[in-house]
């Protein structure tokens, strides 16, 4: 019914509408649509499963601290998981997460992508196989694909965002996906001023999306380190370094250059010969630098996985003779 006084029809939510908090509190709105794009093979999906194990474990967001989630689920539009984006999330350490992979389902048949308006329910229809329980975030790497078929036209991605709205809201749910960008000019005086318009699509992409996450390589910007700028329709823009480790997962860049000291002083506790160094003594030497016990663990996982100490028997660990290593092939 019109309001009286102002002749407004004001629409009142559902009351059987979910109640839920903010995944990332004012940067992933609860319910919401954030997108994280950048050139293709940047890093996305990395930077993806890095941020939902620290979902998944508390542990803050660049200085953000999440709030606790019932679960979260991967929804893979591209690739297969074991060769995929399933890489990533084992680096990552969150290997048991649900997934589905339209890739890897036999029973998908991909003609009837070609009936692009019903796109947004073959999305749905995704998010239902992992049944997530209200409350939960769910992830699409890419979201292109279900965004009506038409990326540069503004109507059509408008339509298909609403839609994608209602799903989430139905279910309680909130989206965070990967976009891609649009090819960068090589002079860098014609390209867009804010990362964020810079992907690929219509202006209605960022305009009915509530956060745009842009991950920029150092081939875009000039800099060393890989960059990542969030812009949300809530809360001031933010702009973070970060450093790639190993394995191909995004730290802060202070972080990168923190762990590679630490790694260092912790291989300098260790005799280049002898049986191994049991882990009491390493960590006893190394609180006189000092390190903390964390520190120490971690530099050895880094220096174990980058085969430089090998972990002998449970609890004793030596440096890696280089004569030692294998011959690469």
């Not at 048949?109 to 070609?114: S, V, Y």
């Not at 000039?222 to 370094?241: D, K, V």
């Not at 090998?310 to 660990?317: A, D, I, N, T």
Request: charged residues 20%; proline residues 9%.
């Amino acid at each position: 019914m019109p309001d009286p006084a102002t002749g407004l029809i004001t629409c009142q939510p559902a009351l059987t509408a979910p109640l839920f908090v903010d995944p990332l509190p004012l940067v992933i709105p609860a319910g919401g649509i954030t997108l994280l794009s950048g050139a293709p093979n940047v890093g996305k999906t990395a930077l993806l499963a890095g941020l939902c194990k620290s979902f998944r474990d508390g542990t803050p967001i660049f200085g953000h601290q999440p709030n606790p989630l019932p679960a979260i689920g991967v929804i893979c539009a591209d690739r297969g998981w074991a060769r995929g984006a399933g890489v990533w999330f084992e680096r990552a350490g969150y290997p048991e997460i649900r997934y589905y992979s339209m890739a890897d389902d036999p029973s998908f048949d991909p003609r009837c992508l070609r009936r692009r308006f019903e796109r947004t329910q073959r999305l749905a229809e995704f998010v239902d196989r992992l049944q997530l329980p209200p409350g939960s975030l769910v992830v699409v790497d890419p979201i292109a694909l279900f965004l009506g078929g038409t990326l540069n036209d503004y109507d059509t991605c408008a339509v298909a965002c609403h839609e994608i709205r209602v799903m989430l809201r139905a279910r309680g749910l909130t989206l965070v996906a990967a976009a891609h960008s649009a090819k960068l000019k090589q002079d860098k005086r014609e390209r867009y001023v804010r990362v964020q318009d810079q992907i690929l699509g219509s202006t209605a992409i960022l305009g009915f999306s509530d956060t745009q996450m842009y991950l920029a390589s150092p081939d875009e910007t000039g800099e060393r380190t890989y960059t990542l700028a969030w812009n949300s329709h809530l809360a001031p823009a933010e702009f973070f370094t970060l450093a790639r480790t190993d394995t191909g997962l995004f730290v802060p860049a202070d972080t990168m250059a923190d762990l590679a000291g630490s790694c260092r002083r912790v291989l300098a506790l260790l005799p280049e010969a002898g049986p191994g160094v049991p882990l009491t003594i390493v960590l006893a030497l190394a609180a006189q630098i000092p390190l903390s016990e964390k520190t120490v663990r971690r530099a050895l996982d880094h220096l174990i996985e980058a085969h430089q100490v090998e972990k002998v028997r449970r609890g004793v660990y030596r440096r890696v003779n280089p004569l030692d290593q294998p011959l690469p092939h």
